[in-house]
């Protein structure tokens, strides 16, 4: 038997009210006094829980979208032997996915500088921000590298940021096209993707040396 919002622990409340919110009216129009409302609670017991819209943003992000941070966590610590393009395909996916939902919960803070430039100042803060999944791609780019899965001159953080920004790019693109599907699947696009990035840094013979 499913369990009633009454009887849900104030904090998960906190973040359905929080899913619910920046789905609908998205990141700008969200306050915690709105969140605290529709959670069925004070806003002092809001922040009781959490100290900031951003850490509640943060929370909804890694709790309730497709989970990009901890899988290229998880291959930092273990690539496994599966081999480059299955991992890079993998993340694709999951960047997909992430961006597809994401996207929509913070567009309208482009609209509004100051209160942008407050968020993401406040998600800096948290240690988090859109920086985390590059950087932590480019580590992992970088581990194969060293190894001897790419080429010796391939740039990890260039490759990083090609394959995230071609999937936020898509996202955005879907985004403002008035809910038309897009012309290739996730699974499709991650593939077709993974595969002209490692046209670039994989070796084989004949390969071309960059310039420095």
């Known amino acids: 038997m499913p369990t009633s919002k ?3 622990p104030t904090r998960e409340r906190i973040i359905d009210a929080a899913e619910h919110l920046l789905r609908s009216a998205g990141l700008a129009h969200t306050t915690t006094k709105e969140i605290a409302r ?3 609670c004070s806003e ?4 009781k829980h959490y100290r900031s819209k951003e850490e509640i ?4 992000l890694r709790d309730r979208l497709p ?12 690539p496994g032997d599966l081999g480059v ?11 997909v996915r992430f961006y597809e939902q994401s996207v929509p919960l913070v567009a309208s803070l482009f609209a509004e500088p100051a209160l942008r430039k407050r968020h993401f100042q406040g998600v800096r803060e948290l240690g988090q921000g859109p920086h985390i999944p590059l950087e932590a791609l480019a580590r992992y780019l970088r581990a194969e590298r060293d190894r001897g899965a790419l080429r010796p001159d391939a740039d990890p ?7 995230l920004g071609a999937c936020s790019q ?7 096209s008035e809910g038309m599907p897009p012309p290739q699947s996730a699974e499709e696009f991650a593939t077709a993707l993974v595969r002209t990035l490692l046209n670039g840094v994989l070796p084989g013979p004949g390969a071309p040396a960059l310039e420095p």
């Open 6 to 8: 009454s009887t849900r």
């Open 38 to 40: 529709e959670a069925g």
């Open 44 to 47: 002092a017991a809001l922040y």
């Open 57 to 60: 943003f943060v929370r909804v």
């Open 67 to 78: 989970r990009l941070n901890p899988l290229l966590d998880e291959l930092g610590q273990d």
């Open 85 to 95: 393009e299955h991992n890079l395909v993998r993340v694709a996916e999951h960047a």
């Open 157 to 163: 953080d260039a490759a990083a940021a090609l394959l």
């Open 170 to 176: 898509r996202a955005f693109v879907h985004d403002t």
